[in-house]
């Protein structure tokens, strides 16, 4: 379909929903470049596709998987009301100029009767005191789900956003072990102009709530001013105790092992929760 503005002639992407789909698509399309995303695209996700389209101009092509993959969610609350907008999806790809998105059923992707494998986990997915602590299972189902759109797909490279941070780091070791020609990139994360970090679920922010979340961008930039990382960590959670933010954890971990700060570069990672939403964020620390 390629529909026309005055300005503008957009060739819309190709919808890939089942792996037949897939595999007709992928006996012509050559090098992939993958984003794998849940979908609720926004300005952050329309980054890493742009960046996608960057890094298989003339030797391939982009392709945006979008799939709420079940296994990762220990909420099913949760799972079951995270945003569906397949028709948005494909007009920010088509904008941003993926030439596939890949949407696959569930059952496509977890077969009834076939066992889709768990990679073991790479140590930076069971850091104490982080996402495992929080969302026990959570990185097997992302690992789960990662390793097997890789081996649907096949890409050459997938990108990543940082926003995810210790998903990034655990992606990355997981793929260096055991799909090793697939090279990881990852992107800054895309905020708000008041700082917000993107993600889609800022949509179910109580505009009250809208307003204190600023609270997390503010504590990491307020920690990346001071001296010691447990100084940061207790200046974090005091912006949060003070803007009524729910703290699960404000810490300054190694950025590439998430273990306690020892040397080389840093990062300061926060999750909290507003309501019933739960938004994490992360910058490189000291930012000066
Ligand atoms: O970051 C996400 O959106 C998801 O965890 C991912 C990597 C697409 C796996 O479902």
């Known amino acids: 379909m390629t529909r026309r503005s005055a300005l503008l002639i957009l060739e819309a992407v190709e919808l890939l929903t089942s792996n037949r789909d897939l595999d ?169 102009p008041d700082g917000l970090a993107m993600s889609s679920r800022n949509r179910f922010l109580a505009p009250g709530d809208r307003q204190k979340a600023l609270a997390i961008s503010r504590a990491l930039v307020g920690a990346g001013r001071v001296k010691t990382p447990a100084e940061a960590e207790a200046a974090m959670r005091s912006t949060l105790r003070d803007a009524g933010v729910e703290t699960e954890y404000a810490v300054v971990r190694d950025a590439a092992t998430l273990l306690a700060p020892a040397t080389g570069a840093l990062r300061a990672l926060i999750a909290a929760r507003l309501g019933a939403v739960r938004l994490i964020d992360n910058v490189l620390w000291p930012s000066i």
């Open 24 to 192: 007709r698509f992928r006996a012509s399309s050559g090098d992939v470049v993958l984003i794998p995303t849940m979908g609720a695209l926004h300005a952050g996700h329309e980054s890493l596709v742009r960046k996608g389209v960057e890094l298989a101009r003339g030797r391939g092509i982009c392709m945006v998987w979008v799939f709420v993959n079940p296994t990762q969610f220990n909420d099913p609350a949760d799972y079951a009301r995270y945003p569906k907008t397949l028709q948005a999806d494909v007009d920010l790809c088509t904008r941003a100029g993926a030439a596939a998105v890949f949407a696959p059923s569930a059952p496509d992707i977890y077969p009834p009767n076939q066992q889709i494998p768990v990679p073991s986990l790479p140590e930076q997915a069971t850091r104490p005191g982080l996402e495992d602590a929080h969302r026990p299972g959570h990185f097997a189902g992302v690992c789960q789900v990662v390793l097997r759109f890789f081996d649907l797909i096949r890409p050459r490279c997938a990108v990543f956003g940082e926003k995810d941070w210790q998903q990034l780091q655990v992606v990355r070791a997981m793929t260096k072990r055991d799909r090793p020609e697939i090279e990881i990139v990852g992107m800054p994360t895309v905020r708000e």
